[in-house]
């Protein structure tokens, strides 16, 4: 019905836990995979896109207007963060407690050092939407997002440089297994590999 929530955004840190976001201001949390979704009281209406947990207990949501939400506690509680943009954010990335990025529209990446308590802009030469981000280790990441955006840094987003695209599709995912080998997905079935950290990307298709 007209009620339902959609749901954009998931991260799961075992096989029992994770959290899933969506339209006004949803975010739920299972403890037992999935079978039973509890609705947490997140504190704003804002539609969430994004949601990563580091751990147990610390977690980030984004969402329009650069929304930004964080828990200390696993999700009961939810405090607003000023996310230093107000542009739709769609992804967050953090590898470490302190060390964390969110993208979103416009080309806007916004970078954390201190845990989320403050944001710092970064450039990405694009005015595409970049939805989603991988990183490695607080140096070396990638993003991601409309119009064949991917751009690559290994200075902790300092610079960021285009990498050799593939033409227009527009990716939603990027993941990175080690600092060579990667891939990127999007629409109309779009799946690219790289096997150079980036420097090519090779298209494999969908049967």
Do not use: C
Request: hydrophobic share 40%; charged share 15%; proline share 1%.
């Amino acid at each position: 019905g007209s009620n339902a929530i959609d749901m954009v955004g998931a991260h799961f840190i075992n096989m029992q836990t994770g959290w899933t976001v969506g339209s006004g201001g949803a975010i739920f949390h299972t403890s037992d995979g999935g079978r039973t979704m509890f609705r947490l009281s997140s504190g704003t209406l804002k539609d969430m896109m994004g949601v990563f947990f580091v751990d147990m207990s610390a977690g980030w949501a984004v969402g329009e207007s650069g929304t930004m939400m964080t828990t200390q506690d696993g999700g009961n509680v939810w405090v607003n963060v000023p996310s230093g943009t107000s542009e739709a954010l769609h992804a967050l990335y953090f590898v470490d407690l302190q060390n964390g990025w969110a993208v979103g529209d416009g080309g806007t990446i916004v970078r954390t050092t201190d845990g989320g308590i403050t944001w710092v802009g970064q450039e990405a030469d694009t005015d595409s939407t970049l939805l989603a981000a991988d990183f490695l280790d607080e140096k070396v990441g990638w993003v991601v997002g409309e119009d064949g955006a991917i751009f690559a840094t290994t200075d902790g987003g300092a610079t960021w440089v285009a990498q050799d695209g593939l033409g227009t599709p527009d990716f939603q995912a990027v993941d990175f297994v080690d600092e060579i080998h990667g891939w990127a997905v999007g629409m109309e079935g779009t799946v690219a590999r790289t096997t150079d950290g980036g420097a090519t990307w090779e298209l494999m298709g969908v049967a």
